[in-house]
């Protein structure tokens, strides 16, 4: 976490640098958000909340406070936030592609092609429009196969679809050769194309991500730790790749899955904790028991060097984050 260069500033979030820290019996914090965990923080034992300018212990801070105060505040030695600086070069789909890449170059580097494979655990990716023409090299290699494209920087399924057509990526190609009479007219939106994996793991026919909490302590040294309890996400409709523009088929976004027609939200069909004793359905209970064990003894453990080498990926400086990890299986 960065430390303001003027020493002898204070500021309403941080301390004087040269001020002696004194024990406290209390954390004191601050919430931007108005919602559960603001009431989760307020019934922590030993937590005061802290009102207006007060100093503060820990913050949960929205994105915008970080951009305008972090390289500007003083901040002591135990101070927390739930943000880290360059949160984007993991969080965005286009960053996050471009940092793995680049570590998997700089591992076949220095430790050969045999080590660098172990960071082959996402498709093939292309950023769009920029690599295009990149993108459709690939495409031409392989023809009839699918891909899927993502928006970079939006959530929620939204912007997502399946093709198998090069005319159906056409607006991508045509931004990437403006004309002059062209320059003013608007962009088209920076997204992802990556190849689909037509062959994903299976739950009762039906596909699912894993969604995953890691702590992140440090980066030098790196230091995480993986929350057992996470859940997984389904898709409302069983598997198939005959039709790739049924959203319900393809994606796992619980906002996605919540709009099927046939949607029962009384019954855990699209979203198990894979903690113990988590599922609740009497009809299916053995099955989920049995399939959320599966999830965390078999799946969880092979997601750690994923996760390690993600992290590895970005250089940041910070002391702690906190991410959502999303796994997907398919």
Request: net charge positive; aromatic share 14%.
């Amino acid at each position: 976490m960065a430390k303001n260069k003027n020493t002898g500033h204070k500021g309403s979030y941080g301390y004087q640098k040269l001020k002696e820290r004194e024990p406290r019996a209390c954390i004191r914090f601050k919430c931007a958000l108005t919602n559960t965990i603001l009431d989760i923080l307020r019934r922590r034992p030993g937590w005061v909340e802290v009102k207006e300018e007060g100093e503060w212990d820990f913050y949960w801070c929205d994105v915008s406070w970080l951009r305008e105060n972090f390289d500007h505040t003083y901040m002591d030695e135990h101070v927390r936030i739930c943000h880290f600086r360059n949160h984007y070069e993991l969080t965005r789909k286009n960053y996050i592609v471009k940092n793995l890449k680049r570590f998997r170059k700089q591992i076949e580097r220095e430790a050969g092609k045999l080590e660098a494979t172990k960071c082959d655990f996402f498709p093939k990716t292309f950023e769009m429009p920029s690599e295009y023409h990149l993108f459709v090299e690939e495409f031409r290699k392989n023809p009839g196969i699918t891909w899927i494209m993502k928006p970079v920087a939006r959530s929620q399924g939204r912007g997502i679809f399946l093709f198998r057509k090069l005319k159906d990526v056409i607006d991508w190609r045509k931004d990437g050769v403006r004309t002059d009479d062209q320059k003013d007219e608007t962009q088209v939106e920076n997204y992802v194309a990556q190849c689909y994996i037509e062959n994903p793991y299976l739950i009762g026919g039906r596909k699912f991500d894993l969604r995953v909490y890691v702590l992140v302590m440090s980066y030098i040294p790196l230091k995480a730790w993986l929350y057992r309890d996470g859940f997984a996400r389904f898709s409302n409709t069983r598997f198939t790749l005959s039709s790739i523009d049924d959203h319900y088929v393809h994606l796992t976004n619980v906002a996605v899955q919540k709009t099927a027609p046939d949607y029962d939200p009384e019954k855990p069909n699209i979203s198990w904790s894979f903690g113990k004793g988590s599922p609740r359905c009497v009809c299916c209970e053995t099955l989920m028991e049995r399939e959320a064990g599966f999830l965390r003894l078999m799946l969880l453990p092979p997601s750690l060097p994923v996760v390690r080498r993600t992290m590895s990926s970005s250089v940041t400086f910070s002391r702690t984050l906190c991410i959502l990890w999303t796994w997907r299986a398919g």
